[in-house]
């Protein structure tokens, strides 16, 4: 019975840490270790967490190929921050799936533990003074035409 009471309160407080790092629209985006997130004065990010066994990864990297390149003569950074362990298999990935856009590696997970990243992809949109905007989980080729239309409104375009 005591050992159920301590397991409870760990894992409670546990649940508790994990959203005090959870990242929320409206606040700052912390350091992350990422140069290629942090470095984009002036511009808005989009950054999207994805790893090379993520089916609906494979599905978003076209969508965002064809943002980056609409969207960032109008001040929009695409960034995919890749969370797999084994570069190679990043690599592969990247083959097969090509990046026409800034690609991060985070092998340790540490930036989207730090962001209680939980499910592959989430993607955010983060202004140019560092606020997150919106944070979307998941990738559906249907839904493209919102998110985009989010991006934009957002932007002020």
Aim: proline share 6%.
């Amino acid at each position: 019975m005591k050992f159920k009471l301590i397991a409870a309160l760990l894992l409670a407080l546990t649940l508790q840490a994990g959203r005090a790092f959870a990242i929320e629209p409206g606040k700052s985006l912390p350091a992350l270790g990422l140069a290629e997130v942090q470095s984009a004065p002036g511009q808005f990010v989009y950054i999207d967490y994805w790893a090379s066994w993520c089916g609906p990864c494979r599905q978003s990297f076209p969508w965002m190929n064809a943002l980056q390149a609409k969207l960032g003569p109008k001040g929009l950074k695409v960034v995919a921050v890749n969370v797999d362990v084994r570069r190679a298999d990043a690599d592969k990935f990247l083959v097969h799936t090509p990046a026409q856009f800034t690609v991060a590696y985070d092998p340790q997970g540490l930036s989207a533990k730090t962001l209680a990243i939980k499910t592959m992809p989430t993607s955010m949109l983060v202004s140019p003074e560092g606020k997150v905007l919106f944070v979307h989980s998941g990738f559906r080729t249907e839904e493209t035409g919102q998110l985009e239309a989010k991006i934009l409104a957002l932007m002020g375009l």
